[in-house]
């Protein structure tokens, strides 16, 4: 019996309409070490971010609660990078929006409200992420169009970050 495959397509995009987003996921960055947030949930890694709720105002308002709420980070800044249009055997078509961010402030870890794990906070280079993270190509994609967001928006040179480290 083999599984049937998932696939994945990167889009630097508006979601389009009817196209259901179930996930904000964002690529936050410090902005005095150049390095990005993964969080660590023992050895399985992952971006901050989650589910829409219908409370909140935006997608920023699902990356900025989330981050927190997973990761007790603030975040300062967000801007929309695209969408990860996921194609699942028997089912429609769904996106998973990506945004990039400054990390405004850390604050002290605790378990996240949504099913009490504390995920450890591994900063690592833009670079590295994708590899980190495990996502392939599309997160390649990703992690590049959040670097270029991240040179001209803020200025922040990710090509030359600090080395990886946890910020517990």
Request: net charge negative; hydrophobic share 40%.
């Amino acid at each position: 019996m083999t599984a049937e495959a998932v696939e994945y397509f990167w889009h630097e995009a508006p979601v389009p309409g009817g196209l259901e987003v179930t996930q904000v996921y964002g690529f936050l960055l410090c902005p005095r070490t150049a390095r990005v947030l993964i969080q660590d949930d023992d050895g399985k890694f992952n971006l901050p971010g989650g589910t829409p709720e219908p409370f909140d105002a935006d997608l920023t308002d699902t990356l900025v609660r989330e981050a927190f709420e997973e990761s007790q980070v603030v975040v300062s800044d967000a801007v929309y990078l695209g969408y990860q249009e996921v194609n699942r055997p028997h089912r429609e078509p769904y996106a998973q929006v990506r945004m990039v961010g400054l990390i405004g402030s850390f604050k002290e870890r605790r378990p996240d409200p949504d099913g009490g794990r504390t995920y450890r906070r591994l900063m690592t280079p833009l670079a590295a992420a994708p590899g980190v993270l495990g996502w392939g190509e599309p997160a390649v994609a990703q992690a590049k169009a959040a670097a270029l967001t991240a040179e001209q928006r803020w200025d922040l040179q990710v090509a030359s970050p600090e080395p990886s480290g946890y910020v517990d």
